[in-house]
Every structure is written in structure tokens, then in C-alpha cells.
């Protein structure tokens, strides 16, 4: 993994083992929200993942790219789609997140052949609420890699993701 990335990881999981030794509750920060809700926050109170925006592989041989989880989808496509890529399930919303679209199920988007966004996921990375970091799979984590589509972020911060690609058409 980039080493930019794993700094930034290292830093989010000292903060939330913190949090976990203290037994203190948090929030995260994501950065802008859609929401319409009155939004508070105490600084002390935080892990502000607002900074993981970062692509940090593109395969063309395997159709797949590497993005931190904070990535919007619109700069999820605008990236692949120069590289004649297009993920095979792009959530209507520009602005929704890569992890975004997995813990909060981005269910107003799927595809008949696909499925949902989250089914279109190869591996996450993830800090778990102790501040472990896993690399969640089919065949690693698969309860947290299964669990986590619709869980609205319960179960651990998503930090990076690898996503499938398909070739990008010039009409859907």
C-alpha cells in the first residue's frame, strides 16, 4: 500500500485506540455532508477521515482501482473513464463516497447484472473499533466484508478500497 496512505491510516488508528482505551464514544468526520441535519462537533470527540481522497492504484491489465474511501463517486468516474474504465455500479448521487456507497448501501443504485456498489468490491482495508487494522475479503474478515454493506459505518472505518472495473461504452 502507499506509504501516504498508510501514514494517514496509522494516524486515524492511534486516535481511535485511544478512544477505545478510554472507552470514550466518537464520531467521524467525513468532510462536507448531504445531510439537512444540524450537525455538532467537539474536536476532542473526532477521527476526521475527511483527508482519504487519494487513488492509489489503477490496473488496467485487471480492471481494478485502488481509492481511499472519502473518494467521491463523480471523481471515482471522471479518474477511471480516462483510462476507458467505469466501475459497473456508479451511484446516481456525484458526491457520495466510496464508502458511502458500501456502509450506507447507496440502495437507490444498482444494476440487475451487478448488484449493489458493495458487490462490486474486491477487499476494504478497515479500522476496527479497537484501532486493529484488517484487510476485510471473501476469504479474509469475510464476516466484516459481508456485514459491512448497509451497516451505516457500526462496524469500522472503511480507509481503502479495491474495485473492480469494467470498459467504459460510449452510451448506456
Known sequence: MDKKHKTKVEKLSQQVRGFYAQQKPFRVFHGSTNSTRILEFKRDELVD???LLTLIKLDRVHKTVIVESNMPMDTLVRTTLKHGLVPPVVPEFPGI?????IQGGAGESSSFKWGFFSQTVNWFEMILPDGDVVTCSPSSHSDLFYGSAGSMGTLGIITAVEIQLVEAK???
Open 49 to 51: 477521515t475527511s483527508d
Open 97 to 101: 463516497t466510496v464508502g458511502g456507497a
Open 170 to 172: 460510449p452510451y448506456v
